[in-house]
């Protein structure tokens, strides 16, 4: 008898965890399955709701310097950091229609989550514009297109639309992003190369004191010199092993890129920790 009891006792509590479960999740149709809650999207979806004329807004919850580098026609930025616990200016409807996308797709997240905890109703998360398959424009791009509608003479408004643009990598923390350029050889060609098919992640280590090193998921071709390495270099060490140095090592590297003006403090702090988990892409900017 006494073990027919717990059996009923232990059926009703895993039942009532499934109903809670359950309550807690989002329709498959894309209706929100509980109040206070955002609905994720993917990239086509939110590529036709652009299209329809039912007053929504696209936001871009990445900083200014990223929005400004390339962001979605017609989106607003409004930086995850600023959104705390009182509503943006630039979204005053609660029932408005809140298109939400960062750079990969964390940010967009924890910022749709805050606006719904605020009261807002109808927001939407599409992910990254790393993913994001249309038309992307710059803020430098429209300040031209500006430009020409003012300037009669065409051909000096060609000459002046024309902007030389730089590839960086970028190295994504999630704690902070830091951005080097490349070095000019066979490497980190290679690298840049294995990046425009799409952002990396990788694991870092702290190594010896004066590096954080993780595996690529690829091998490189080497160009191996005997340096001395400084705070923000990005080495490519025996083909396949990334290392962002803080502090002096000397040895036979590849410089793949440097950060400049980083110190050790400042890589220390973008790769606090142990261990940390980085993404690693490419982004073009204005020479």
């Not at 970028?170 to 992003?177: L, R």
């Not at 294995?194 to 590096?211: I, P, S, W």
Request: proline content about 3%; glycine content about 8%; aromatic content about 6%.
């Amino acid at each position: 008898m006494k073990y027919y009891v717990i059996a009923l006792f232990l059926t009703a509590v895993i039942a009532a965890s499934v109903l809670v479960l359950v309550g807690c999740s989002k329709s498959a149709d894309g209706d929100n399955g509980a109040s206070g809650s955002y609905t994720q999207i993917s990239m086509q979806d939110a590529m036709e709701m652009m299209e329809r004329d039912d007053g929504h807004i696209v936001v871009d919850v990445r900083r200014h310097d990223e929005f400004d580098a390339g962001h979605i026609p017609g989106a607003v930025c409004i930086p995850n950091e600023t959104i705390t616990e009182e509503a943006p200016e630039a979204l005053p409807d609660k029932d408005q229609i809140i298109l939400i996308y960062c750079r990969s797709g964390r940010r967009s997240k924890e910022a749709s989550q805050k606006l719904c905890d605020m009261g807002y109703t109808n927001v939407y998360e599409f992910g990254g514009i790393i993913d994001w398959t249309g038309d992307v424009v710059t803020e430098d791009a429209a300040e031209n297109v500006a430009d020409t509608e003012d300037t009669a003479d065409t051909e000096d408004t060609a000459d002046t639309a024309k902007t030389e643009r730089e590839t960086l990598l970028v190295i994504d923390s999630g704690n902070a992003v830091m951005r080097a350029r490349f070095e000019d050889n066979a490497s980190a060609d290679a690298l840049a190369e294995k990046l425009k098919d799409g952002a990396v992640t990788l694991e870092l280590r702290d190594y010896g004191g004066f590096e954080k090193v993780g595996p690529l998921p690829f091998e490189l071709p080497t160009s191996d010199e005997r340096i001395t390495t400084e705070p923000g270099d990005v080495i490519l060490y025996q083909g396949n092993q990334l290392t962002v140095y803080y502090a002096e090592n000397t040895w036979s590297f590849t410089r793949l890129a440097k950060i400049e003006g980083a110190t050790a403090e400042d890589i220390l702090h973008a790769l606090s920790g142990e261990s940390v988990t980085v993404t690693l892409y490419l982004e073009e900017v204005n020479k």
